[in-house]
């Protein structure tokens, strides 16, 4: 079956972006197919590179990354809302150039893209699950 | 339909809200803090008489991880994530309340 993936809520902020990516990895070890994650709202901060969290600890966002989510172009389905990221200064190289801004921060495992991603998604995938606080 | 709640009544409301929506085909399924209202001493007779009838389920991971357990309320069912996939595939429609 095909999914799409709603992540509403930041990284160890509370559980939602944890049980989303083990909901997600479940999924695809049991013959699903995951058709794209769309983070919105504080979910978009589940795409900075620059995370650095204690050895111990898990890393929410080299999870993210772990799963490969890709489309038949080699495109990451990893996709974060333009305007959520923009908003929260998350930022790849096209949108800080654009903006004059030096620097960019998002993990090449995702890719920045419109709401209209989410909407595709729930129209292509049998089932979209959301997981937000 | 697939319900998952996750906070606890104790919290938030949203538990209420979904037993005020719910149909007679509906499952609930309790995930993060939403599993404390999985406990013995915390459901309401709604969500008793659901699980008498096999419709509740709580993600064993969260329920372990607070110490719930010991105390698990009668007829809760527990699925790990694998199961929490099945049920999505299972009940269509998946709402999630926070």
């Given at each position: 079956?095909?999914?799409a993936?709603?992540?509403?809520?930041g990284?160890?902020?509370?559980q939602?972006?944890?049980?989303?990516?083990?909901?997600?990895?479940?999924a695809?070890?049991?013959g699903?197919e995951i058709?794209?994650?769309?983070f919105?709202?504080?979910?978009?901060?589940n795409?900075?590179?620059?995370?650095?969290?204690?050895?111990?600890?898990?890393?929410?966002?080299?999870?993210?990354a772990?799963?490969?989510?890709k489309?038949a172009?080699?495109?990451?389905?990893?996709?974060?809302?333009?305007?959520?990221a923009l908003?929260?200064g998350?930022?790849?190289e096209?949108e800080a150039?654009?903006?004059?801004i030096?620097?960019?921060?998002?993990?090449?495992?995702?890719r920045i893209?419109?709401?209209?991603?989410?909407?595709e998604?729930?129209?292509?995938?049998d089932?979209?699950?959301v997981?937000?606080? | 339909?697939?319900?998952?709640?996750?906070?606890?009544?104790?919290?938030?409301n949203?538990?209420?809200?979904?037993?005020n929506t719910?149909?007679d085909t509906s499952?609930?399924?309790?995930?993060?803090d939403?599993?404390?209202?999985?406990?013995?001493?915390?459901?309401?007779?709604?969500?008793?008489?659901?699980a008498a009838s096999?419709?509740v389920?709580?993600?064993?991971?969260?329920v372990?991880?607070?110490?719930?357990s010991?105390?698990?309320?009668d007829?809760i069912?527990?699925?790990?994530?694998?199961?929490?996939?099945d049920?999505?595939?299972?009940?269509g429609?998946?709402?999630?309340?926070?």
């Amino acid at each position: 079956m095909k999914f799409a993936i709603q992540v509403n809520e930041g990284p160890y902020q509370h559980q939602a972006s944890d049980t989303a990516f083990q909901f997600a990895k479940a999924a695809i070890e049991n013959g699903h197919e995951i058709f794209r994650v769309f983070f919105y709202h504080d979910g978009v901060n589940n795409a900075s590179r620059f995370t650095l969290p204690p050895q111990d600890d898990r890393h929410v966002v080299n999870n993210w990354a772990s799963l490969d989510i890709k489309n038949a172009e080699g495109e990451p389905e990893l996709v974060v809302c333009v305007a959520a990221a923009l908003r929260r200064g998350m930022l790849d190289e096209s949108e800080a150039s654009k903006n004059s801004i030096e620097g960019n921060n998002l993990h090449p495992a995702f890719r920045i893209s419109g709401l209209g991603q989410l909407i595709e998604a729930g129209i292509q995938c049998d089932r979209l699950v959301v997981f937000g606080d | 339909m697939l319900h998952t709640v996750n906070k606890s009544s104790f919290e938030r409301n949203s538990l209420q809200s979904c037993l005020n929506t719910i149909d007679d085909t509906s499952v609930i399924l309790f995930i993060e803090d939403g599993v404390i209202n999985a406990a013995n001493n915390a459901n309401s007779s709604m969500i008793a008489d659901l699980a008498a009838s096999g419709r509740v389920f709580a993600l064993q991971g969260d329920v372990e991880a607070r110490g719930i357990s010991p105390k698990l309320a009668d007829n809760i069912k527990l699925v790990d994530y694998a199961g929490f996939v099945d049920l999505v595939v299972e009940h269509g429609t998946a709402v999630s309340w926070v």
